[in-house]
Every structure is written in structure tokens, then in C-alpha cells.
């Protein structure tokens, strides 16, 4: 059975960076499509960030919507079954529990949610991450 575990989350101040993880057990990370979502409280989940499946490289389609774009990067380390999230220029806005999700198997194409509507499975269960002074 495939597990998600995020870590990295935390308090950091405004225009500060975060890296979050997204480590894969029971699943091979790289041959999955994997997003990075975000909710805050009263909010809509938002997705921030995906990237298609790369069999075995750390290449893949990413896709960041407008309003991270520039300020979050999405990669792999197939060497430890790992997606991050490198977010930079952080806003209190950005307030939020953030999670990683596995998404269809070998899907090599555009996994943006302005593109497709990919079936996520496997979610972990979050790490909240607080943009505060």
C-alpha cells in the first residue's frame, strides 16, 4: 500500500524559504505523477505544484499556477523516493497545511489542473506551514 509522509513545515517569516519533502513508501515515486496541494483554514484546497512521472530521471512536466509561480520549484531525488517543494519569497498568505499526493501511474504528460483533472490517490497527511512575523 502506498504512503505519503510530508515534513519540512514550519514557521517561517515573510519573504523566508521552506523546502518540503514528500517521501514514498510502498511507491515508486518517479513513475507517478505527483502534485502539491495546499489548504488554509476556510479555504478551498489549492493546488501549488505538480510534476509527471519521470521513470527513472528527475525530469518531468511541471506546472505551477500564477500564484506561486516564480516563488516555488517542484523536483525529485529518485535516490530517495522523494519529491520536494522548495518554496521561496514566502507571503503570510501562503498559510497554509500543505500535502503531497500520488497521482495516475506512468502519466508522462502535463499534470497541471489548468491542463487535466488528474485522479490523486495517495495523499499524506500534511504539514502545516505558517508565514509569520
Known amino acids: 500500500q502506498a504512503q505519503l509522509v510530508e515534513s519540512g513545515g514550519g514557521l517561517v517569516q515573510p519573504g523566508g524559504s521552506l523546502r518540503l519533502s514528500c517521501v514514498g513508501s510502498?511507491?515508486?515515486?518517479?513513475?507517478?505523477?505527483i502534485g502539491w496541494f495546499r489548504q488554509a483554514p476556510g479555504k478551498q484546497r489549492e493546488e501549488v505544484s505538480c510534476?509527471?512521472?519521470?521513470?527513472?530521471?528527475?525530469?518531468?512536466?511541471?506546472y505551477y499556477p500564477d500564484s506561486v509561480k516564480g516563488g516555488y520549484t517542484i523536483s525529485r531525488e529518485n535516490a530517495k523516493n522523494t519529491v520536494y517543494l522548495q518554496m521561496n519569497s514566502q507571503r503570510p498568505e501562503n498559510t497554509a497545511v500543505y500535502y503531497c499526493?500520488?497521482?495516475?501511474?506512468?502519466?508522462?504528460?502535463?499534470?497541471?489542473?489548468?491542463?487535466?483533472?488528474?485522479?490523486?490517490?495517495?495523499w499524506g497527511q500534511g504539514t502545516q506551514v505558517t508565514v509569520s512575523s
Open positions: 510502498g511507491i515508486t515515486m518517479d513513475t507517478y505523477a
Open positions: 510534476i509527471s512521472s519521470s521513470h527513472g530521471s528527475t525530469d518531468g512536466i511541471t
Open positions: 499526493a500520488g497521482g495516475p501511474h506512468g502519466w508522462g504528460g502535463p499534470c497541471g489542473s489548468n491542463y487535466v483533472s488528474l485522479d490523486y490517490r495517495d
